[in-house]
Structures are given as C-alpha cells and as structure tokens.
C-alpha cells in the first residue's frame, strides 16, 4: 500500500487521557473508489469506543473520530443514523441542510448530530437495520437475549422474532445471533455462530457451525460456516462474510450453495455496498478462547485491521484503508450515499475535538411546540420522529440562517427548474435541496427534487422525495402521480396504480386515466398474468378512448407505453386508439418541403444521442451521409458529454440542444425549417414519445430504435428492413412501412479491449457449458422460461448468466418467478452485475452461444456478439422486435442458428452447447462473413434514397 499518513484521535474510554495516535495508510485507488462512488464510510470500532466518518475533502481521506462507548452496529436512513453501544442506542437526526454552514465552509455535505438515546442495558446489540413502511423502525440483533428486536419508549426491548430452536427468552447469548440482512423495510436473514439452546452453547464448535437463517420460514439458508457475520441482501442476491476463513461470499438462498468472491487479510465484519463496490471492515484477532480454532487463525500475525473494497463486477479487492495502530478491530461498515464528507456531532463533542452545533426552533414555532410538547418527552425510541428534516434555524458557530422567504424560496425553484430544463442536474439537484431543507413541508420542493433525482437516475432517492412529498400534502397530485409512475417503473406494479388512483382523486387529470390504464409490471408472473393483464390493458385503454378522454400534448407530457411491448402481441391498434387519445398541433402552418434549397434540411431527433444503444445505431449514419446533399440538423434532447455525443456535434451541420419544456421544445424543432423530421426512436423519452404526436416538418419518419409502432397520425413512415419485417408486417403499423434492402443501419464495429479477460474475472465457472442472455430483464417473456429451463435440464454442466436489472426489485421478481418455474436449475443461473461496455464484450466473447429472447429479441447486442464471434441461438416471429438477430443472420448468408419451435430451439442450444467442435465450427463461420455488417456503405446509400424520396427530390 501506498500513501501513509497519520492522525490522532481521542482516546478510548480506558485510557488515562482523551487522546490516541492513530496511525493509517491506504492506496491510492481507495481515494478513487470513494470519488467514483461519491459516497462516505461510517465505521465503528468497539475496542478502541469510536465511530469513524470517512470522506473525502480536498481530494484526500477525511477522518472524524466519535466516542461511543463500545461502538458495535450502525443503521443508516434516509432521516437519521443508528449507533449501538454500551447498554444503549444512540440516534443521530440527518440535518444535512446545515452542512454549508460548517467550518470550514465548503467542506461538508452532509451533517448529523445527535438527539436522543434509549437505554437497552447490555443486552450486547449488535448489527441493526431500519424497516417499517416509513423506514423509521430500528430493528436490532440483540444478542445476549438470542432474537431480533424492535424498540419502545416504556421498555428496554420488545422482542420481536427468534429461531424456533431456542425455547425461552433468556440472557445467555444461546447461538451467538450476529448479522442481520434487511430486504424492502423487512428483516429477512441473520446469522448466528451456532444453532444452540444452551447458554453459549455456540462456542466449541463456533469454527464449523455458523448458519444463515431465513426470518420468514425460521429454515437454515446454509451453514457450515466459520463465525459468519454481516450478511446483505444487495442486488437481489445474498451476500455474507465467512470471517473466520476471511472472505466475502454469495450465497443462492434456493439450494443453499456459496460461492467466494474474495479472500481478503483479515478477520472480516461490516459489510456496506456502494454501486459495484463491496466496504468490509478488517480485523486482526486476539490470543483468545474465542478466536480458537478458527482457520484465519492460522495466520493471525499476517492479519490487517481496516476497511478493503471489491469490486463485485470482477470479484477482486481493488481498494485498501489500513490501521497501522489506534485500532485493531472493525465492527462494522455502513455507507452514507451521495455524501461525499460528513460532519458528525455525537453525544461527546466536547470529547472528540468537534464543534459545537445546535439546532433550535424558529421564533414563531416556539409557542406551538410548548404547547404541544413537555421537556424530555419523545416519542418511541426508533419509531416516527416527525418531518426528516425540522424546520429550524441552524448555528455551528454562529452559523448562518437556512430559512427563506416566501420570495427567495420561490426564486431558488426557478432557478433550479432552470438549471434542470438545462440539464444541469447536480447544480438544481443542490438548490432543490436547500429549498427543501428550508421548507420540509414543501410538498412542491419535494417533488421538484424527486424528478431531478429521476433525471440523475437516482430512483430510490426519488422515491423517498416522492413519498415525502405526499407525506407533507397528501392532496398534491403531481407527487402521488410521480410516485405511482415511479414504483410501476420499479416493478411494484400494483403498489404504483394505487397511488395513481389516489392522485386521480384528490387532483383529476385526463393523463390520470392513461397512467392507470397502461401500468404493466417490468417482469410478469406468468403467463396467465400476462394474459390477464393484456386483457386490462386492452379494456382500460379502449374504456378512457369511448369516456372521450383526451390530451392536450401541446403543453402535457404524455406516457409512453413502453412496456407493453414485451407483452409480445401486435400493438398497432393499442397505438392508434392512444393516438385519439393524445392531441397535438400542426406547426408547419401548411409549410410544404422546400424544393428551391440545394440539399433538403433533415432533423434527427432522440433523446440518446450519447454512449447508448441508440447513439450506436445512428452515428454511422450521420457521419456517412452525403453532406453535398443533405443538410443536416441534430436535435439532442438534453445535454450530453461523452465521447459518442461530442461525435454528433461535429457529424451536423447543426447541433442544437432541446430543452424538457414541451411547448418550447416543439416550437424550437419547428423554428428549424426541416423539409424532413426523422425521430430514432420514439417510445422510450416520454418527451420524444409527446413530440411524436404533433407536426413540426412536412414529413416525419422514424425507425426502430424502439420497434414498435407510435400510433400517432402525424409520422409519415416507419423505417424498416427487408427481413427486419414478416410478410405481414404492414398490419403491425400505422405508419406507411418502409422496407430497405437492408438493415436501415451503419454500424460501427466493435473491438474487443487488450488483455482479454478469464470467466473467472467476470465471476464465472471456467469449466461449464457457459449459456447467455445479457438482455434487459423485461425481455424475459415467462413463456420463455420453457426453453431456458429446457436447456439447462438436458445439459447438467450448463449454466446461464443474466444481467441484473436496473433496479434490485427487476432482479428479485425475476429470480421468484425462475424459483417456480424450474426451481430444479435455479442453482446454475447467475446474475452479474452490469458491466462497463468493454467487460460485456468480454462477456460476449467467453460464451459458449447466447440464448436470444423470442418475444423481445437483441439488436445493438446482436451487433456487438457477432463482432466477437459469438453464436447466438434465434427464433423470429412475426413481429419487427424479434426479427432483428435473424436479419443479421440473413444479411450473412448463416441459417444454420435460425429455429422455428421451442423445442428447436432448445435442441439447438444444446447441440452447440455442448459440441464444442461443432461450435468452433460456427464461431469460425460468423468471424469469417460477418464483416458484411459493419461499416456497410450500402445502408447509408439506401438511407438517402429513403431521404430524397420522401422529400421529392
């Protein structure tokens, strides 16, 4: 390790003085990880009573040390931290609004300080996590009593939950309950050293007995561990440390198998998660009985204390912080998200060098709360403490005023709205913060955050901000139907309609009825769901067109429908009645094409236009055409820096940039002249999606970056291939199809990065049969299940990997579902998390065959396994979105992977699956005629074609 350093600390409760030398160092990459992650470490240390904040300031490490005497287990919410320790639980209120005014100013972004305390007594509290649906209740692994726990203010404990096998409520640490792993406000697994019934029955075979139960079912997950602790539910799989042997495993809760990821030099305990990062706390251990026999043991001169960091997409340590002395334990690890330095204030500050920081009522706030409150009294310990952020005046050393008047609070949400209809996310992102912080019952400024943080792709942030808003005003329609939409996203389908009703009632909006008509799940039950919710969807859809709904999308966004494509039905009339739904305008004011300019003026319009599917697919085209005769225009929804979108700058003759204003936007693409307005996709941006449904150009066309049909009757043609399409393919349109000759596509190919990867970098088994279908999760059509399950039963060596989906709620459906219908194999489908683009690629190479999805077939990862030689088993129906692979295969002269039955299909897969000589075959053939895809100026030839038809040249 590199970069030593060192810091004092105030001393632990034992000590003749207040202070401590603690000397550390890290790599260099740890200052990375945090910076990347852009978040903060919470650590407590029990042996040496102190709580560390660990962030960064200045771009260097940033330590702050609190005393809590006997620091054990920390819980982190939205609204405040947990901190066990001696005989109590201390609870530190969020009031991150203070952070900027904390010397020295600029440093901190987040700020917590502490308020209460509930008195357990030494009941030896370990690990806790916060549930409930608010969040706001504390469940704690009480140890000494052998259960799980909850608090009230009348007693130490209540207890909640224990295993079946111990008989009685008792204080003699029994099994040794350690770790606790919550999923959606739940406790759902703990680990123990033993299943034992004896007072400290765990400790003669604590080496070889520690077990993971599930909560629900009071069943062992798996055992025959060494002194587990810290078990996580993260990315819909569960993870544990198996500290006596030093690792971080993952455990499959279906058949109890672990695998490990990582071995790291120490005793590990506190695990926190991060994006694709892994925080566990390091150990050394002690000459003691209760160390004894356990296999790290071994090499206990060897061991580091400290925090080490994985990277869970390569399963290989990446980041190191180690105590070289001051600290010789780590309790636990927790993560404070999106906080980059922290500013504690803990129950001692005078004790641990920190400054004094008070919170107080504002004047006009001071009568009500005398009325309504006596000194001392609060409410449970860990229960619902009111708003999550007070409104109140802040002092850290005579610290500034957070409060606003009515006239600034309006000017920071304009200027906020501002910046994000400019696509300045983080700076509004800011702003929308200090207006909440200065008005928490501000059900508006809530709202205004929670689509920011959507901008910024932060769901889970936005949900919270979604609910808190309706929280502060449940008759604020915007944030109830916000916060449906958002939860359908997520998958909880049924969760999200309700709160759509909700708004329709108290705030009706025709776009109400679309919402709740078209709320589908991500991933299906089955498919009788499927069927059933085909069936309401249709009905809904038709009921809101004969009520004679209709939207005004001059000035509205509209919903985009997007899921119901993966229902894999033909969805032009379902389209067209959305169509009478949503009214647009004519721009062009009978404006015709402009045959006296030299080139026609063609538009391109998406909102991806950056290091995406879409971007990848229309790069080639642009920076192909002709420029002697067309001119060219591209209109970016949003703003962009990355590589691809500097790329679209320079292809146009004109860039422009488009705002999230609806009518601005509109006018904005009109005031360009277009002869022809060419969308790349429409159906994924809800405002490309509303733009869709009005004039801007006197013709207007688009292709499949989305490959369905829009419905809308202002698009002149959808763009299309000669096999992209079935022979029935008009009747899936209410666009005029146009077929080219070939894909309507240039496409750029791909190269795979130097030094190739191994299976065992990406966390796979070198020697198995290695199927894959790294599509998105909501491809998955349940029919398709028969054929994954097929596959996998007929070859036992098999295995299949997925992506996890973008949100952890995607990934736990899916595995259900995969738990009912082949509950047999579910122990050879592993899902890995996403992967930069050049680690998919690897991805794609390393297979044995990719498994395309029947209902919603690959396009850009059809392209992308092709370069690298990779088989990939097809089965076209008749619409375009399960065509595309099979074109690919067209256009390269191979039938040979092309089926048309399930049971072909999994006959297939087998076949190359296993035959690796035959497989080679295949591959070589593929490398050897597939350059015919690339960089293929035939398509763009054929695209002007298109272009100088449609616009009558």
């Given at each position: 390790?590199?970069?030593?350093?060192?810091?004092?600390?105030?001393?632990?409760?034992?000590?003749?003085?207040?202070?401590?030398?603690?000397?550390?160092?890290?790599?260099?990459?740890?200052?990375?990880?945090?910076?990347?992650?852009?978040?903060?470490?919470?650590?407590?240390?029990?042996?040496?009573?102190?709580?560390?904040?660990?962030?960064?300031?200045?771009?260097?490490?940033?330590?702050?040390?609190?005393?809590?005497?006997?620091?054990?287990?920390?819980?982190?919410?939205?609204?405040?931290?947990?901190?066990?320790?001696?005989?109590?639980?201390?609870?530190?209120?969020?009031?991150?609004?203070?952070?900027?005014?904390?010397?020295?100013?600029?440093?901190?972004?987040g700020c917590y300080l502490a308020r209460t305390a509930h008195v357990t007594g030494g009941i030896h509290c370990h690990e806790m996590g916060w549930g409930g649906e608010r969040g706001d209740e504390l469940w704690v692994v009480n140890t000494l009593f052998s259960c799980l726990s909850t608090l009230h203010g009348d007693f130490s404990f209540v207890p909640r939950w224990r295993p079946s096998f111990i008989t009685n409520l008792a204080g003699e640490d029994r099994c040794h309950m350690n770790g606790l792993a919550m999923d959606r406000g739940r406790p759902r697994f703990v680990s123990m050293m033993s299943q034992t019934d004896t007072a400290a029955g765990w400790r003669p075979t604590k080496s070889t007995s520690g077990v993971i139960l599930d909560v629900a079912s009071g069943q062992p997950v798996t055992h025959g561990l060494a002194m587990p602790h810290s078990p996580r539910w993260y990315g819909e799989r569960l993870w544990v440390l198996n500290s006596g042997f030093g690792t971080l495993e993952v455990v499959d809760p279906a058949s109890g198998r672990r695998d490990a990821v990582a071995g790291m030099p120490g005793y590990t305990r506190g695990l926190g998660f991060s994006g694709p990062f892994a925080f566990i706390g390091l150990s050394k251990i002690r000459e003691t009985a209760v160390f004894g026999g356990v296999p790290i043991a071994e090499h206990r001169h060897e061991l580091k204390?400290?925090?080490?960091?994985?990277?869970?997409?390569?399963?290989?340590?990446?980041?190191?912080?180690?105590?070289?002395?001051?600290?010789?334990?780590?309790?636990?690890?927790q993560v404070l998200e999106n906080t980059v330095c922290a500013s504690l204030c803990g129950p001692r500050p005078d004790q641990d060098?920190?400054?004094?920081?008070?919170?107080?009522?504002?004047?006009?706030?001071v009568e009500q709360l005398a009325a309504t409150s006596t000194v001392g009294g609060r409410a449970a310990a860990g229960g619902n403490r009111g708003p999550a952020f007070p409104t109140a005046e802040a002092h850290?050393?005579?610290?500034?005023?957070?409060?606003?008047?009515?006239?600034?609070?309006?000017?920071?949400?304009?200027?906020?709205?501002?910046?994000?209809?400019?696509?300045?996310?983080?700076?509004?992102?800011?702003?929308?913060q200090r207006a909440t912080a200065a008005r928490p019952q501000s059900a508006e400024a809530w709202n205004h955050l929670g689509n920011a943080l959507q901008d910024a792709g932060q769901q889970e942030q936005a949900l919270e901000c979604y609910r808190l808003a309706a929280e502060a005003n449940p008759t604020f329609g915007p944030a109830l139907q916000n916060?449906?939409?958002?939860?359908?996203?997520?998958?909880?389908?049924d969760e999200g309609r309700q709160r759509l009703e909700e708004a329709q009632r108290v705030q009706p909006a025709p776009v109400n009825h679309v919402l709740i008509a078209t709320a589908l799940p991500v991933v299906y039950e089955s498919i009788e769901d499927v069927r059933e919710r085909r069936e309401s969807l249709l009905a809904r859809v038709q009921k809101v067109v004969d009520d004679g709904v209709t939207i005004d999308t001059t000035a509205?966004?509209?919903?985009?429908?997007?899921?119901?494509?993966?229902?894999?039905?033909?969805?032009?009339?379902?389209?067209?009645?959305?169509?009478?739904?949503?009214?647009?305008?004519?721009?062009t004011k009978g404006r015709t094409i402009d045959k006296s300019r030299p080139r026609p003026r063609i538009g391109f319009l998406s909102a991806y236009f950056r290091d995406h599917t879409i971007g990848r697919l229309n790069i080639g085209r642009l920076e192909r055409l002709n420029r002697d005769k067309f001119e060219t225009v591209v209109l970016s929804v949003g703003r962009h820096q990355d590589a691809l979108a500097d790329r679209f700058r320079q292809a146009a003759d004109k860039y422009v940039e488009i705002n999230r204003d609806v009518a601005a936007a509109r006018q904005l693409i009109a005031d360009q002249g277009l002869d022809l307005l060419f969308f790349a996709d429409v159906g994924m941006d809800a405002l490309s999606y509303t733009l869709a449904f009005s004039r801007m150009a006197p013709v207007q066309a688009v292709t499949w970056g989305h490959p369905v049909t829009t419905g809308s009757s202002t698009m002149d043609f959808f763009l299309s291939g000669k096999e992209l399409d079935g022979p029935d393919g008009e009747g899936h349109y209410t666009e005029r199809l146009v077929r080219l000759p070939?894909?309507?596509?240039?496409?750029?190919?791909?190269?795979?990065?130097?030094?190739?990867?191994?299976?065992?970098?990406?966390?796979?088994?070198?020697?198995?049969?290695?199927?894959?279908?790294?599509?998105?999760?909501?491809?998955?059509?349940?029919?398709?299940?028969?054929?994954?399950?097929?596959?996998?039963?007929?070859?036992?060596?098999?295995?299949?990997?997925?992506?996890?989906?973008?949100?952890?709620?995607?990934?736990?459906?899916?595995?259900?579902?995969?738990?009912?219908?082949?509950p047999d194999v579910i122990d050879r489908i592993k899902f890995l998390p996403a992967l930069p683009n050049e680690d998919f690629l690897q991805l794609l190479a390393l297979a044995d065959l990719m498994l395309d999805p029947p209902q919603f077939g690959g396009g850009n990862t059809s392209y992308e396994a092709f370069a690298v030689g990779t088989p990939i088993v097809t089965w076209p129906g008749e619409l375009m979105r399960s065509r595309i692979t099979h074109a690919l295969y067209a256009k390269m002269g191979?039938?040979?992977?092309?089926?048309?039955?399930?049971?072909?299909?999994?006959?297939?897969?087998?076949?190359?699956?296993?035959?690796?000589?035959?497989?080679?075959?295949?591959?070589?053939?593929?490398?050897?005629?597939?350059?015919?895809?690339?960089?293929?100026?035939?398509?763009?030839?054929?695209?002007?074609?298109?272009?100088?038809?449609?616009?009558?040249?």
């Open positions: 390790m590199a970069n030593p350093d060192s810091s004092s600390a105030p001393a632990d409760n034992d000590a003749p003085d207040r202070w401590r030398e603690v000397r550390f160092r890290h790599s260099p990459s740890f200052v990375d990880v945090l910076r990347e992650a852009r978040c903060s470490l919470l650590v407590s240390t029990y042996q040496a009573g102190k709580l560390l904040s660990i962030g960064l300031a200045d771009g260097k490490l940033h330590f702050s040390f609190h005393n809590f005497d006997q620091a054990m287990g920390v819980a982190v919410s939205p609204r405040q931290l947990a901190v066990g320790a001696k005989g109590q639980i201390w609870f530190l209120q969020n009031n991150s609004q203070l952070a900027p005014s904390i010397e020295p100013a600029g440093r901190y972004d204390c400290g925090v080490g960091v994985v990277d869970l997409r390569t399963g290989k340590p990446v980041a190191s912080l180690e105590f070289e002395s001051g600290v010789e334990e780590i309790f636990d690890v060098g920190a400054q004094d920081i008070w919170l107080v009522p504002r004047p006009d706030q850290a050393f005579g610290g500034s005023d957070v409060t606003l008047s009515d006239a600034q609070f309006q000017m920071v949400l304009n200027q906020a709205l501002r910046l994000q209809r400019e696509r300045h996310i983080g700076e509004a992102i800011e702003l929308f916060f449906g939409y958002l939860l359908v996203a997520q998958g909880r389908v509205t966004l509209v919903p985009t429908n997007f899921f119901a494509a993966y229902q894999g039905e033909n969805d032009r009339d379902l389209h067209a009645n959305l169509g009478r739904i949503y009214r647009g305008v004519d721009l070939n894909l309507a596509t240039y496409y750029f190919r791909p190269q795979l990065a130097s030094p190739a990867k191994s299976r065992a970098d990406l966390g796979l088994s070198p020697d198995a049969n290695l199927y894959i279908c790294p599509q998105t999760l909501f491809k998955f059509h349940p029919a398709f299940d028969e054929q994954l399950a097929g596959i996998l039963r007929r070859d036992p060596r098999g295995e299949l990997a997925l992506i996890e989906g973008r949100t952890a709620n995607w990934t736990r459906l899916l595995r259900e579902r995969f738990a009912r219908s082949m191979i039938n040979s992977l092309t089926v048309d039955s399930g049971e072909a299909y999994i006959a297939r897969a087998v076949e190359l699956g296993t035959n690796a000589k035959l497989r080679q075959a295949i591959r070589a053939e593929i490398l050897a005629k597939c350059s015919v895809l690339y960089e293929d100026d035939a398509e763009v030839r054929d695209f002007e074609h298109f272009l100088l038809t449609a616009t009558g040249r």
